[in-house]
Protein backbone atom coordinates (compact mmCIF):
# COMPACT_ATOMS: atom_id res chain seq x y z
CA UNK A 1 0.00 0.00 0.00
CA UNK A 2 2.45 2.32 1.14
CA UNK A 3 4.48 1.56 -2.29
CA UNK A 4 1.70 2.08 -4.22
CA UNK A 5 0.69 5.70 -2.68
CA UNK A 6 4.90 6.43 -3.48
CA UNK A 7 4.15 5.78 -6.78
CA UNK A 8 1.18 7.43 -7.26
CA UNK A 9 2.46 11.19 -8.35
CA UNK A 10 0.57 14.11 -7.84
CA UNK A 11 -0.80 16.10 -11.58
CA UNK A 12 1.77 18.48 -11.75
CA UNK A 13 0.69 22.12 -12.63
CA UNK A 14 -3.07 21.05 -10.83
CA UNK A 15 -1.90 22.85 -7.63
CA UNK A 16 -3.40 20.05 -5.10
CA UNK A 17 -2.91 16.96 -3.93
CA UNK A 18 -4.90 14.66 -6.74
CA UNK A 19 -3.21 11.99 -6.89
CA UNK A 20 -2.76 10.05 -10.20
CA UNK A 21 -3.40 7.36 -10.86
CA UNK A 22 -6.28 7.94 -8.12
CA UNK A 23 -5.84 5.58 -4.88
CA UNK A 24 -6.34 2.26 -5.03
CA UNK A 25 -10.76 1.20 -4.23
CA UNK A 26 -10.58 -0.03 -1.03
CA UNK A 27 -12.27 -4.17 -1.47
CA UNK A 28 -15.46 -3.15 -0.27
CA UNK A 29 -15.99 -0.33 -2.35
CA UNK A 30 -16.03 -2.58 -5.83
CA UNK A 31 -18.96 -2.66 -6.98
CA UNK A 32 -20.62 -5.87 -8.66
CA UNK A 33 -18.35 -7.63 -7.13
CA UNK A 34 -18.82 -11.36 -8.50
CA UNK A 35 -19.40 -13.78 -5.68
CA UNK A 36 -18.71 -17.45 -5.78
CA UNK A 37 -21.82 -19.99 -6.66
CA UNK A 38 -22.59 -23.62 -5.92
CA UNK A 39 -23.06 -25.63 -9.22
CA UNK A 40 -26.01 -28.45 -8.21
CA UNK A 41 -24.76 -31.89 -9.02
CA UNK A 42 -26.83 -32.66 -11.60
CA UNK A 43 -25.71 -29.38 -13.58
CA UNK A 44 -21.77 -30.23 -13.03
CA UNK A 45 -22.85 -33.57 -14.21
CA UNK A 46 -23.72 -32.10 -17.68
CA UNK A 47 -20.29 -29.65 -17.50
CA UNK A 48 -18.00 -32.85 -17.96
CA UNK A 49 -17.46 -32.26 -21.64
CA UNK A 50 -16.74 -28.26 -21.21
CA UNK A 51 -13.11 -26.90 -20.62
CA UNK A 52 -12.31 -26.68 -16.72
CA UNK A 53 -11.36 -23.10 -16.89
CA UNK A 54 -14.73 -22.27 -18.67
CA UNK A 55 -16.67 -24.22 -15.74
CA UNK A 56 -14.75 -22.27 -13.12
CA UNK A 57 -16.19 -18.81 -14.81
CA UNK A 58 -19.55 -20.12 -13.54
CA UNK A 59 -18.51 -20.94 -10.29
CA UNK A 60 -16.92 -17.72 -9.84
CA UNK A 61 -20.31 -16.17 -10.22
CA UNK A 62 -18.19 -14.55 -13.42
CA UNK A 63 -21.41 -15.60 -15.97
CA UNK A 64 -23.77 -14.23 -13.23
CA UNK A 65 -22.96 -10.93 -15.69
CA UNK A 66 -24.57 -11.78 -18.57
CA UNK A 67 -27.08 -14.72 -17.81
CA UNK A 68 -28.94 -14.99 -14.09
CA UNK A 69 -27.77 -18.17 -12.28
CA UNK A 70 -30.60 -20.20 -12.52
CA UNK A 71 -31.83 -19.49 -15.84
CA UNK A 72 -27.98 -20.82 -16.74
CA UNK A 73 -28.90 -24.33 -14.61
CA UNK A 74 -32.11 -24.25 -17.18
CA UNK A 75 -30.23 -24.17 -20.09
CA UNK A 76 -27.61 -26.54 -19.02
CA UNK A 77 -30.00 -28.81 -18.07
CA UNK A 78 -31.96 -28.59 -21.29
CA UNK A 79 -29.32 -28.35 -24.17
CA UNK A 80 -28.02 -30.76 -26.36
CA UNK A 81 -24.20 -31.02 -25.80
CA UNK A 82 -22.95 -29.62 -28.80
CA UNK A 83 -25.31 -26.81 -28.79
CA UNK A 84 -24.14 -26.62 -24.22
CA UNK A 85 -20.43 -26.40 -25.91
CA UNK A 86 -21.44 -23.30 -28.02
CA UNK A 87 -22.95 -21.36 -25.74
CA UNK A 88 -20.96 -21.45 -22.98
CA UNK A 89 -18.24 -20.83 -25.43
CA UNK A 90 -20.14 -17.72 -26.24
CA UNK A 91 -20.43 -16.78 -22.54
CA UNK A 92 -16.95 -17.26 -22.07
CA UNK A 93 -16.12 -15.14 -25.08
CA UNK A 94 -18.21 -12.33 -24.13
CA UNK A 95 -16.54 -12.45 -20.69
CA UNK A 96 -12.95 -12.08 -22.12
CA UNK A 97 -14.48 -8.46 -24.24
CA UNK A 98 -15.53 -6.79 -21.06
CA UNK A 99 -13.03 -6.69 -18.68
CA UNK A 100 -9.98 -5.13 -18.77
CA UNK A 101 -6.59 -6.62 -20.41
CA UNK A 102 -3.30 -5.50 -20.12
CA UNK A 103 -1.47 -5.50 -23.23
CA UNK A 104 -5.18 -5.05 -25.41
CA UNK A 105 -6.57 -2.00 -23.38
CA UNK A 106 -5.21 1.13 -22.77
CA UNK A 107 -5.35 2.07 -19.46
CA UNK A 108 -5.50 5.91 -19.72
CA UNK A 109 -6.81 8.76 -21.79
CA UNK A 110 -3.69 10.53 -24.13
CA UNK A 111 -3.03 14.03 -24.02
CA UNK A 112 -1.09 15.83 -26.94
CA UNK A 113 1.11 17.22 -24.75
CA UNK A 114 3.07 18.97 -27.99
CA UNK A 115 -0.11 20.79 -28.49
CA UNK A 116 1.35 24.28 -27.74
CA UNK A 117 -2.65 25.41 -26.24
CA UNK A 118 -1.94 22.91 -23.55
CA UNK A 119 -2.79 24.88 -20.68
CA UNK A 120 -4.22 27.90 -22.24
CA UNK A 121 -7.77 27.21 -21.67
CA UNK A 122 -6.73 27.64 -17.98
CA UNK A 123 -4.45 30.15 -18.48
CA UNK A 124 -5.02 33.49 -16.82
CA UNK A 125 -4.72 37.10 -18.73
CA UNK A 126 -2.25 38.94 -16.09
CA UNK A 127 -3.82 41.83 -14.94
CA UNK A 128 -1.15 44.31 -15.86
CA UNK A 129 -1.95 43.18 -19.18
CA UNK A 130 -5.44 44.83 -18.59
CA UNK A 131 -6.32 48.74 -18.55
CA UNK A 132 -5.56 49.88 -15.49
CA UNK A 133 -8.68 50.04 -12.80
CA UNK A 134 -9.51 50.23 -9.39
CA UNK A 135 -10.22 46.84 -7.82
CA UNK A 136 -13.85 46.31 -6.78
CA UNK A 137 -16.96 45.20 -8.12
CA UNK A 138 -18.02 47.14 -11.56
CA UNK A 139 -21.94 47.13 -12.25
CA UNK A 140 -22.77 46.78 -16.06
CA UNK A 141 -26.41 48.16 -15.23
CA UNK A 142 -26.57 51.08 -17.75
CA UNK A 143 -30.05 52.12 -16.50
CA UNK A 144 -30.42 53.44 -13.22
CA UNK A 145 -33.76 52.61 -12.63
CA UNK A 146 -33.79 48.56 -13.81
CA UNK A 147 -32.13 45.70 -14.09
CA UNK A 148 -32.62 45.14 -18.28
CA UNK A 149 -29.95 47.51 -19.59
CA UNK A 150 -26.32 46.40 -19.85
CA UNK A 151 -24.98 43.20 -19.75
CA UNK A 152 -26.93 39.87 -18.58
CA UNK A 153 -25.50 38.75 -15.30
CA UNK A 154 -26.66 36.59 -12.33
CA UNK A 155 -29.20 38.19 -10.45
CA UNK A 156 -28.65 41.30 -12.14
CA UNK A 157 -25.18 41.62 -10.11
CA UNK A 158 -22.38 43.30 -10.56
CA UNK A 159 -19.13 41.54 -11.95
CA UNK A 160 -15.71 40.81 -10.69
CA UNK A 161 -12.89 39.40 -12.17
CA UNK A 162 -10.65 38.45 -9.41
CA UNK A 163 -10.12 37.78 -5.62
CA UNK A 164 -8.60 41.59 -5.31
CA UNK A 165 -12.58 43.04 -6.75
CA UNK A 166 -14.53 40.38 -3.73
CA UNK A 167 -12.08 41.69 -1.26
CA UNK A 168 -12.16 45.31 -2.02
CA UNK A 169 -16.09 44.90 -2.75
CA UNK A 170 -16.14 43.10 0.97
CA UNK A 171 -18.54 40.26 -1.93
CA UNK A 172 -20.82 38.13 0.29
CA UNK A 173 -21.57 35.55 -2.18
CA UNK A 174 -20.01 35.32 -5.67
CA UNK A 175 -22.06 33.39 -8.04
CA UNK A 176 -19.85 32.07 -10.76
CA UNK A 177 -20.99 29.35 -13.81
CA UNK A 178 -19.52 25.91 -14.18
CA UNK A 179 -20.62 24.53 -17.98
CA UNK A 180 -19.16 21.69 -17.40
CA UNK A 181 -21.47 19.08 -20.27
CA UNK A 182 -19.61 16.02 -20.24
CA UNK A 183 -20.05 14.21 -17.36
CA UNK A 184 -24.10 13.61 -18.09
CA UNK A 185 -25.68 11.39 -20.89
CA UNK A 186 -27.89 13.89 -22.30
CA UNK A 187 -26.38 16.82 -22.55
CA UNK A 188 -26.96 20.55 -22.61
CA UNK A 189 -25.64 21.32 -18.92
CA UNK A 190 -22.84 23.79 -20.68
CA UNK A 191 -25.89 26.35 -21.58
CA UNK A 192 -27.13 26.65 -17.50
CA UNK A 193 -24.77 29.49 -16.93
CA UNK A 194 -26.09 30.94 -19.81
CA UNK A 195 -29.64 30.61 -19.75
CA UNK A 196 -29.68 31.83 -15.74
CA UNK A 197 -27.96 35.20 -16.71
CA UNK A 198 -30.69 35.93 -19.35
CA UNK A 199 -33.58 34.78 -17.41
CA UNK A 200 -35.60 36.79 -14.76
CA UNK A 201 -36.42 35.40 -11.11
CA UNK A 202 -32.85 36.16 -9.44
CA UNK A 203 -32.02 38.90 -7.95
CA UNK A 204 -35.13 41.36 -6.41
CA UNK A 205 -37.52 40.95 -3.38
CA UNK A 206 -38.53 37.49 -1.77
CA UNK A 207 -42.50 37.95 -0.37
CA UNK A 208 -41.93 35.49 1.99
CA UNK A 209 -39.43 37.34 4.02
CA UNK A 210 -40.23 40.82 2.42
CA UNK A 211 -35.91 41.01 1.65
CA UNK A 212 -34.06 42.10 -1.36
CA UNK A 213 -31.14 40.25 -1.25
CA UNK A 214 -29.23 42.19 -3.26
CA UNK A 215 -30.01 45.06 -1.12
CA UNK A 216 -28.74 43.32 2.02
CA UNK A 217 -25.61 41.22 0.29
CA UNK A 218 -22.92 42.25 -1.60
CA UNK A 219 -23.43 40.08 -4.85
CA UNK A 220 -21.34 39.28 -7.68
CA UNK A 221 -21.31 37.63 -10.66
CA UNK A 222 -18.05 36.23 -10.92
CA UNK A 223 -18.07 34.87 -14.76
CA UNK A 224 -17.65 31.50 -15.86
CA UNK A 225 -14.66 29.50 -14.80
CA UNK A 226 -13.18 27.73 -18.01
CA UNK A 227 -14.02 24.00 -18.64
CA UNK A 228 -12.36 21.85 -21.21
CA UNK A 229 -14.88 20.30 -22.95
CA UNK A 230 -13.37 17.37 -23.95
CA UNK A 231 -12.37 16.45 -20.24
CA UNK A 232 -14.13 16.31 -17.44
CA UNK A 233 -10.84 15.45 -15.68
CA UNK A 234 -9.08 18.72 -16.63
CA UNK A 235 -11.63 20.84 -15.92
CA UNK A 236 -12.61 19.64 -12.28
CA UNK A 237 -8.99 20.38 -11.40
CA UNK A 238 -9.32 24.28 -12.87
CA UNK A 239 -12.71 24.55 -10.82
CA UNK A 240 -11.19 23.22 -7.44
CA UNK A 241 -8.55 26.22 -8.00
CA UNK A 242 -11.39 29.02 -8.71
CA UNK A 243 -13.76 27.48 -5.93
CA UNK A 244 -11.03 27.58 -3.14
CA UNK A 245 -9.90 31.39 -4.91
CA UNK A 246 -13.71 32.27 -4.37
CA UNK A 247 -14.09 30.77 -0.60
CA UNK A 248 -10.51 32.26 0.64
CA UNK A 249 -11.96 36.17 -0.03
CA UNK A 250 -14.38 35.13 2.66
CA UNK A 251 -16.69 35.09 0.08
CA UNK A 252 -19.74 32.12 -0.41
CA UNK A 253 -19.58 30.78 -3.70
CA UNK A 254 -22.59 29.48 -5.82
CA UNK A 255 -21.77 27.97 -8.41
CA UNK A 256 -23.96 27.44 -11.17
CA UNK A 257 -23.51 24.05 -13.32
CA UNK A 258 -22.96 22.70 -15.41
CA UNK A 259 -23.22 18.79 -14.38
CA UNK A 260 -22.80 17.10 -11.51
CA UNK A 261 -19.40 16.13 -11.47
CA UNK A 262 -18.56 19.94 -10.37
CA UNK A 263 -19.64 18.53 -7.10
CA UNK A 264 -16.52 16.71 -6.41
CA UNK A 265 -14.19 19.85 -7.00
CA UNK A 266 -16.90 22.28 -4.86
CA UNK A 267 -17.06 20.37 -1.76
CA UNK A 268 -13.19 19.35 -1.96
CA UNK A 269 -12.31 23.27 -2.63
CA UNK A 270 -14.67 24.17 0.59
CA UNK A 271 -12.30 21.54 2.51
CA UNK A 272 -9.42 22.97 1.31
CA UNK A 273 -10.23 26.71 2.67
CA UNK A 274 -12.19 25.59 5.75
CA UNK A 275 -10.39 22.23 6.58
CA UNK A 276 -11.38 18.07 6.00
CA UNK A 277 -14.03 17.23 8.16
CA UNK A 278 -15.38 20.68 8.85
CA UNK A 279 -17.62 21.18 5.68
CA UNK A 280 -20.51 18.77 5.55
CA UNK A 281 -23.24 18.71 2.54
CA UNK A 282 -26.89 18.88 2.01
CA UNK A 283 -27.51 16.39 -1.39
CA UNK A 284 -30.78 17.26 -2.98
CA UNK A 285 -30.82 14.93 -5.52
CA UNK A 286 -33.02 12.31 -7.67
CA UNK A 287 -29.97 9.99 -8.07
CA UNK A 288 -27.59 8.90 -5.26
CA UNK A 289 -24.52 9.80 -7.02
CA UNK A 290 -22.12 7.83 -5.19
CA UNK A 291 -20.87 5.05 -8.33
CA UNK A 292 -17.78 3.37 -7.34
CA UNK A 293 -15.54 1.56 -9.38
CA UNK A 294 -16.69 3.08 -12.98
CA UNK A 295 -14.69 3.17 -15.68
CA UNK A 296 -14.17 6.69 -15.65
CA UNK A 297 -12.70 8.67 -12.87
CA UNK A 298 -15.42 11.54 -12.10
CA UNK A 299 -18.56 11.47 -14.11
CA UNK A 300 -22.20 13.21 -12.80
CA UNK A 301 -22.95 9.73 -10.85
CA UNK A 302 -19.75 9.45 -9.05
CA UNK A 303 -18.58 12.58 -7.22
CA UNK A 304 -20.13 12.03 -4.17
CA UNK A 305 -17.78 8.85 -4.33
CA UNK A 306 -15.01 10.80 -4.87
CA UNK A 307 -15.52 13.44 -2.07
CA UNK A 308 -16.11 10.70 0.69
CA UNK A 309 -12.72 8.45 -0.69
CA UNK A 310 -10.50 11.51 -0.34
CA UNK A 311 -11.92 12.18 2.97
CA UNK A 312 -12.87 16.07 2.43
CA UNK A 313 -16.62 15.29 3.79
CA UNK A 314 -17.12 12.06 6.59
CA UNK A 315 -19.81 9.96 5.86
CA UNK A 316 -22.00 10.70 8.63
CA UNK A 317 -21.40 14.15 7.55
CA UNK A 318 -23.40 13.79 3.98
CA UNK A 319 -26.78 14.09 3.97
CA UNK A 320 -29.26 13.21 0.69
CA UNK A 321 -32.09 14.41 0.18
CA UNK A 322 -35.00 13.19 -2.25
CA UNK A 323 -33.63 10.03 -3.20
CA UNK A 324 -36.05 8.38 -6.00
CA UNK A 325 -34.49 7.00 -8.90
CA UNK A 326 -33.97 3.16 -9.31
CA UNK A 327 -30.70 3.10 -7.94
CA UNK A 328 -29.69 2.52 -4.95
CA UNK A 329 -30.43 -0.76 -4.91
CA UNK A 330 -30.35 -3.21 -1.49
CA UNK A 331 -26.41 -3.88 -1.55
CA UNK A 332 -25.85 -0.30 -2.27
CA UNK A 333 -28.44 1.24 0.30
CA UNK A 334 -26.37 -1.47 2.54
CA UNK A 335 -22.98 0.22 1.50
CA UNK A 336 -24.50 3.48 2.44
CA UNK A 337 -25.62 2.33 5.83
CA UNK A 338 -22.32 0.68 6.35
CA UNK A 339 -20.28 3.80 5.73
CA UNK A 340 -22.20 5.91 8.33
CA UNK A 341 -24.20 8.28 4.97
CA UNK A 342 -27.29 9.99 6.30
CA UNK A 343 -30.19 8.95 3.37
CA UNK A 344 -33.45 10.89 3.06
CA UNK A 345 -35.36 8.97 0.17
CA UNK A 346 -38.83 10.64 -1.19
CA UNK A 347 -40.32 7.22 0.97
CA UNK A 348 -38.88 9.06 3.81
CA UNK A 349 -40.52 12.31 2.79
CA UNK A 350 -44.12 10.33 2.01
CA UNK A 351 -43.72 8.85 5.42
CA UNK A 352 -43.47 11.49 7.58
CA UNK A 353 -43.58 14.89 5.75
CA UNK A 354 -41.07 17.16 4.99
CA UNK A 355 -40.72 19.58 8.14
CA UNK A 356 -39.87 16.31 10.01
CA UNK A 357 -37.65 15.35 7.42
CA UNK A 358 -35.85 18.53 6.90
CA UNK A 359 -35.33 19.03 10.78
CA UNK A 360 -33.70 15.72 11.07
CA UNK A 361 -31.49 16.13 7.92
CA UNK A 362 -30.07 20.27 9.95
CA UNK A 363 -30.07 18.75 12.74
CA UNK A 364 -27.28 15.51 11.21
CA UNK A 365 -26.19 18.29 8.99
CA UNK A 366 -25.04 20.43 12.14
CA UNK A 367 -23.49 17.85 14.19
CA UNK A 368 -20.26 17.77 13.34
CA UNK A 369 -19.23 20.25 10.80
CA UNK A 370 -19.99 24.13 11.35
CA UNK A 371 -19.72 24.49 7.79
CA UNK A 372 -22.60 23.55 5.05
CA UNK A 373 -22.32 23.18 1.51
CA UNK A 374 -25.63 22.42 -0.34
CA UNK A 375 -25.03 19.96 -3.77
CA UNK A 376 -28.71 21.18 -5.37
CA UNK A 377 -29.02 18.85 -8.57
CA UNK A 378 -31.95 20.59 -10.13
CA UNK A 379 -33.27 17.15 -10.93
CA UNK A 380 -34.20 16.63 -7.66
CA UNK A 381 -37.58 18.63 -9.01
CA UNK A 382 -40.41 17.06 -10.30
CA UNK A 383 -40.07 16.81 -14.05
CA UNK A 384 -42.98 19.13 -14.29
CA UNK A 385 -41.37 22.11 -12.62
CA UNK A 386 -37.70 21.31 -14.06
CA UNK A 387 -38.06 19.33 -17.63
CA UNK A 388 -34.59 20.78 -18.88
CA UNK A 389 -32.01 18.39 -17.08
CA UNK A 390 -30.33 15.63 -18.26
CA UNK A 391 -31.85 12.56 -16.26
CA UNK A 392 -35.12 13.71 -15.18
CA UNK A 393 -37.05 11.70 -12.86
CA UNK A 394 -40.69 11.68 -11.90
CA UNK A 395 -42.20 11.82 -8.56
CA UNK A 396 -40.28 15.16 -6.85
CA UNK A 397 -40.81 18.03 -5.41
CA UNK A 398 -42.59 21.06 -6.44
CA UNK A 399 -41.34 24.51 -6.28
CA UNK A 400 -43.53 25.73 -3.86
CA UNK A 401 -41.79 23.04 -1.57
CA UNK A 402 -38.08 23.59 -2.63
CA UNK A 403 -38.04 27.22 -1.90
CA UNK A 404 -38.83 27.00 1.55
CA UNK A 405 -36.41 24.00 1.92
CA UNK A 406 -33.69 26.16 0.23
CA UNK A 407 -34.33 29.86 1.92
CA UNK A 408 -34.40 27.34 5.32
CA UNK A 409 -31.37 25.67 4.96
CA UNK A 410 -29.26 29.05 3.63
CA UNK A 411 -30.92 31.04 7.14
CA UNK A 412 -30.16 28.78 9.56
CA UNK A 413 -26.55 27.44 8.22
CA UNK A 414 -23.36 29.01 8.03
CA UNK A 415 -23.14 28.82 4.44
CA UNK A 416 -19.24 27.03 2.90
CA UNK A 417 -21.23 27.34 -0.80
CA UNK A 418 -23.80 26.26 -2.80
CA UNK A 419 -24.20 24.93 -6.34
CA UNK A 420 -27.27 24.46 -8.44
CA UNK A 421 -25.87 21.68 -10.97
CA UNK A 422 -27.40 19.51 -14.40
CA UNK A 423 -29.60 22.53 -15.68
CA UNK A 424 -29.85 22.14 -19.12
CA UNK A 425 -32.54 24.44 -20.43
CA UNK A 426 -32.45 23.41 -24.24
CA UNK A 427 -33.68 20.17 -23.19
CA UNK A 428 -37.06 22.55 -22.26
CA UNK A 429 -38.93 23.63 -25.00
CA UNK A 430 -39.65 26.69 -22.37
CA UNK A 431 -38.53 29.02 -20.38
CA UNK A 432 -39.25 27.49 -16.70
CA UNK A 433 -36.24 25.20 -16.00
CA UNK A 434 -34.31 28.35 -16.45
CA UNK A 435 -37.00 30.85 -14.51
CA UNK A 436 -37.17 28.07 -11.62
CA UNK A 437 -33.56 27.75 -11.25
CA UNK A 438 -32.92 31.31 -10.77
CA UNK A 439 -36.13 31.10 -8.28
CA UNK A 440 -34.05 28.52 -6.21
CA UNK A 441 -31.35 30.25 -6.30
CA UNK A 442 -33.12 33.90 -5.09
CA UNK A 443 -34.29 32.15 -2.20
CA UNK A 444 -30.66 30.62 -1.30
CA UNK A 445 -29.64 34.56 -1.53
CA UNK A 446 -32.53 35.56 0.79
CA UNK A 447 -31.56 33.08 3.08
CA UNK A 448 -27.92 34.01 3.33
CA UNK A 449 -29.55 37.98 3.71
CA UNK A 450 -32.09 36.87 6.22
CA UNK A 451 -28.83 35.29 8.59
CA UNK A 452 -27.05 38.72 7.62
CA UNK A 453 -29.67 40.56 9.64
CA UNK A 454 -30.04 38.48 12.05
CA UNK A 455 -33.29 37.18 11.60
CA UNK A 456 -34.73 34.07 13.40
CA UNK A 457 -35.15 30.73 11.39
CA UNK A 458 -38.26 29.66 9.94
CA UNK A 459 -38.83 34.17 10.03
CA UNK A 460 -42.43 34.81 7.47
CA UNK A 461 -42.68 38.70 7.17
CA UNK A 462 -45.14 39.96 9.56
CA UNK A 463 -46.86 42.25 6.58
CA UNK A 464 -46.84 39.55 3.88
CA UNK A 465 -47.80 37.07 5.74
CA UNK A 466 -51.53 38.28 6.57
CA UNK A 467 -52.95 41.72 5.72
CA UNK A 468 -53.51 42.64 9.70
CA UNK A 469 -56.56 44.69 9.34
CA UNK A 470 -57.95 42.48 12.72
CA UNK A 471 -56.51 39.74 14.99
CA UNK A 472 -57.94 37.03 13.01
CA UNK A 473 -55.61 34.61 13.76
CA UNK A 474 -55.05 35.77 17.20
CA UNK A 475 -53.19 38.78 18.94
CA UNK A 476 -50.58 40.13 17.35
CA UNK A 477 -46.71 40.12 19.05
CA UNK A 478 -45.59 43.45 19.96
CA UNK A 479 -42.30 44.05 18.52
MN1 LIG B 1 -26.77 14.36 -9.41
Redesign the pocket.
Known sequence: MAAAAAASAVVAGNGFDTPNPPPPLPQEDIMGEPKPIEIPADVMAKLSGIAPEKVALIKQGRTGRYVEKDALFDRIRTMPAAELTAYIDAIAALHAQVEYQEGRDAKTIPLDTRSAWFNAWKAKRPLVMDPKRDAGPMDLGRYVGGRRGGFATFAGAPVAMTPEDLKAGKVDVAIVGAPLDMGSGWRNAIDGPRALRMTGGAGGNDMYAMINPGSVLEIVDYGDIAIDQNSTERSVAHVREMVREIARTGAIPIVIGGD?SL?YPNVAAAADVHGKGNVSVVHF???Y?VGRNGVHWIT??S?VYRVLHEGHVRPQDYIQVGLRARGPDLETFGWMRNKGMRYHTMVEVEKHGWDKVMDRAIAEARQNAKKLWISF?V?VLDPAFMPGTG?PVPGGLTMREAQPIMRRLCAENDIAGIDI??VAPYLDTSYKTALNSNYLLNACLTGIAMRKKGLPPRYWSPVSSEHGQDDYYGPKKKS
Open positions: HEDSHDHGPDDTVE
